[in-house]
Each structure stands twice: as C-alpha cells, then as structure tokens.
C-alpha cells in the first residue's frame, strides 16, 4: 500500500506530493522550481520555521531540521 506525503523545498518554499510504498524511504527528488534537493514534510514546518529557512543559506539548513 502506498502513502502520500506533503513536502515542501527548503530553499524556495514550492510543495509537492511524493508517494511511497511503506518499505521505501521518501525521496522527493530535485526541485522543479528552484532544483534543489532539501525537503521537509510540511506537517513539520511552521511558520516561523519557514521564514528562518527563507532567511538562512541553504548550506545552514541541515543544522537543526529533520530533512526527508
């Protein structure tokens, strides 16, 4: 059975539908908008989470936000 997840990139904020089987891990791929590669389930994100994101380099991103 699959599961659908909500994510959004790290870098320019665009969100996306990713759908997995339950024994593959969650690979959201590239970022049709920005390309890059860092996501996170939206659920996971609030609002001032996403505005130090915004603010931030992308570089810094991994130091304290769980990436999926």
């Given at each position: 059975?699959?599961?659908?997840?909500a994510?959004e990139?790290?870098?320019?904020?665009?969100?996306?539908?990713?759908?997995?089987?339950?024994?593959?891990?969650?690979?959201?791929?590239?970022?049709?908008?920005?390309?890059?590669?860092?996501?996170?389930?939206?659920?996971?994100?609030?609002?001032?989470?996403?505005?130090?994101l915004?603010e931030?380099?992308?570089?810094?991103?991994?130091?304290?936000l769980?990436?999926?």
């Amino acid at each position: 059975m699959s599961e659908k997840h909500a994510v959004e990139c790290l870098r320019c904020g665009t969100f996306r539908t990713v759908e997995r089987e339950r024994t593959q891990g969650l690979d959201p791929g590239e970022c049709a908008k920005c390309g890059y590669l860092g996501w996170a389930l939206v659920a996971d994100l609030s609002e001032p989470v996403r505005k130090n994101l915004r603010e931030r380099p992308p570089e810094l991103h991994f130091r304290r936000l769980r990436v999926v």
